[in-house]
């Protein structure tokens, strides 16, 4: 009997001896990580929403792929060069932003009067401060202008004329509405007032664009940040989570950094990402069960939509999302950017 | 020994019997509680700040004493009838909106151009659903266009002329600007101004005007809604915490219902309002415990002055604040509302 047991203790140590070494060794799917006060490490979000393989062509996929590789790079370059987080994250997503591809700057989507409204939000996980910009309409990178209500004024968020005087004060150019106009974007505002009648704004099957951008820089600063136009057909100043601190962008230093994308409305009700830091805080999750815990089981409880992109001050990244898609890719210090699309990759 | 025990035991026994005996009777000093289905709550604020006795007449005290309690016994008045927690909150809100001395409706403060411009914000316990307005001007009644989102469309926010459009279709009367004129904000506008170029807008020395109240009801839903008109002098269309879920306003069943005043731009970086809910969620903290940590630790640590009105599904209530007073009020079922405004009350 005595033998049995030790028999069988002896199975288990060596049983657990592999798993610990099994999950410490790198490039295992499922544990994306990295030890050390030397590694930095970038996530990045596209949006997600009903992006299947039958709906794509090559070409695209192909641009999609390529920008997302491009957004990586550049992050790691900030990074690599000793830049903050927060550095790198404002020029991924600034490099987003200029692309039409994506829902958020250059590519927003058109509200139901034919305009462009968009909305973001940046904070930094080492002071907790934040910066946010909501229905703006000239402002070539909100998220800048979000960096500069953070750093530059006594509010978090500002909305509207308002914020784009702010912009204007602080130095900033103004864009007219036409830099926004993509055919693209316009097709499916014509698309949407065909449709128009038969529902109301909104609607869980649409694709959710929005573009996202967590960090960690060499120093152990977190920081995130979400930037994006909204949804097509967009009414009545409409907000969503993107600007909502706690909701689509948060940063903490002990805990994470987070930036979401989905059906907005939902995200606000379960203020999805500062969920994720008190799950960890508070449960003692890791990143990727409290991350997991959130878009797998308490969002779709109450019908909601999307994903996040997360990471914490050990360099774990966690990317889950319960849509057929999310844009979404990663950088960790000496590796390779890795980008992904579709929920079997 | 086992005699001992048993002794032991029989101590330890009556001791638990006579905790139990106190702690379920009424009236003890820091353990407002009651318990059973059919016990109603009501918890109220309408601000708080630098509110002392020496800049205070026994005049203006005595009208805030009066109508916080009209406020207490109108929300009594909903819930004795068997009223639901939202439709107390929404006609206990609108009643301090009504009233000049609040900084919400009528009473709201100007901006620097100024204009009026108000937020607010309603979160349904039961359904975890929500809605808000920030930035509206034409709206006697923020809170009742807050619920009209939440109920009539599938946003959560709106904001500005778009929110005010959303209100015309929904019926809601318009009032001219002119309806939110009171000397008493125009000269602190004017005082304001006179002050503007030695500081930035925004100071944590302020009077935190807002109104709010969270409410448990007999079929033991929950509901809280808070209502502002931001800040004297506010600029470049800024948005506070008030119309932000999590931040100034937070409901679910599950746990409590939480409604903020203070330094908005703290509560939003501080996840206020819902921090205390996970708090009691996570850690397994008493409501009192997790306002306490959150108000009295966590928010003056960043630099944040307020306060939060909370009610859990038990009918416990909390009402902490780290400035020299808060107007608040407290009201249960079968007892007498409870008004108070200085910290030693």
Request: glycine fraction near 14%; hydrophobic fraction near 40%; charged fraction near 20%.
């Amino acid at each position: 009997m005595v033998r049995k047991t030790t028999k069988r203790f002896q199975t288990l140590a060596i049983g657990w001896m592999l798993a610990v070494i099994v999950c410490l060794s790198p490039g295992i799917p499922g544990a994306v990580a990295q030890e050390g006060p030397a590694g930095y490490g970038l996530v990045i979000h596209g949006g997600a929403g009903t992006i299947s393989r039958k709906n794509m062509t090559p070409e695209r996929e192909a641009a999609y792929r390529a920008k997302l590789t491009d957004a990586l790079e550049k992050g790691q370059s900030v990074l690599t060069a000793g830049g903050s987080a927060l550095n790198a994250v404002e020029a991924v997503i600034n490099l987003l932003e200029d692309s039409p591809l994506f829902n958020a700057g250059k590519g927003a989507v058109f509200t139901a009067q034919g305009t462009n409204e968009l909305d973001a939000s940046i904070m930094d996980g080492r002071t907790r401060n934040a910066g946010a910009v909501a229905g703006v309409r000239h402002i070539r990178n909100p998220i800048s202008l979000a960096r500069l209500v953070m750093e530059k004024s006594p509010h978090v968020m500002l909305s509207g004329d308002g914020a784009e005087i702010f912009a204007g004060l602080q130095g900033m150019d103004l864009v007219p509405q036409s830099y926004f106009f993509t055919r693209r974007r316009w097709e499916s505002l014509r698309q949407r007032i065909r449709q128009e009648g038969a529902r109301q704004s909104g609607s869980a099957a649409e694709e959710h664009g929005t573009v996202g951008t967590v960090a960690l820089d060499r120093d152990g600063n977190l920081a995130a940040g979400t930037s994006t136009g909204g949804m097509t057909y967009k009414q009545y100043g409409r907000i969503g989570d993107s600007p909502v601190i706690g909701a689509g962008t948060y940063a903490n230093n002990k805990t994470c950094a987070v930036s979401a994308t989905g059906y907005g409305e939902y995200f606000i009700r379960n203020v999805v990402s500062y969920d994720i830091s008190a799950q960890m805080e508070y449960r003692g999750l890791s990143l990727r069960e409290a991350a997991a815990e959130v878009i797998m089981n308490k969002l779709p409880a109450l019908g909601g939509t999307g994903g996040v992109i997360a990471i914490d001050a050990n360099g774990n990244i966690a990317m889950p999302f319960n849509t057929s898609g999310m844009y979404r890719g990663y950088a960790l210090e000496n590796g390779t950017p890795v980008v992904k699309i579709y929920r079997d990759e």
